[in-house]
Nanobody, 124 residues
């Protein structure tokens, strides 16, 4: 089992930056990819970014490419999502997830453990 605890959400203005963290425990950190998803009110949960178990590969949704950066720190068993140039449409609950293996997945079924979510609100 993997336990995931997110932090770092909040209320910011458009154009601001925010950094989310997700601390993982319970399984060898490098053995699984990590992903960030988000869910806005009335919408389905969508893929945001993912990083491979080794940290060598990353993937981003087109909507965040160039603005968001995913990274992981093996020493801290933590994955981060640096969000720059935030827009009101980035408002959502952000979830981190642990993958079923070391390779990146961009779909929900590719992850079997989820955090509780952290709210990000971007005002215009």
């Amino acid at each position: 089992q993997v336990q995931l605890v997110e932090s770092g959400g909040g209320l910011v203005q458009a154009g601001d930056s925010l950094k989310l963290s997700c601390a993982a425990s319970g399984r060898t950190f490098s053995s699984y990819a990590m992903g960030w998803f988000r869910q806005a009110p009335g919408k389905e949960r969508e893929f945001v970014a993912a990083i491979s178990g080794s940290g060598g590969r990353t993937r981003y949704a087109d909507s965040v490419k160039g603005r968001f950066t995913i990274s992981r720190d093996a020493a801290k068993n933590t994955v981060y999502l640096q969000m720059n140039s935030l827009k009101p449409e980035d408002t959502a609950v952000y979830y981190c997830a642990a993958g079923k293996g070391p390779f990146i997945a961009t779909y929900i079924a590719g992850y079997d453990y989820w955090g509780q979510g952290t709210q990000v609100t971007v005002s215009s």
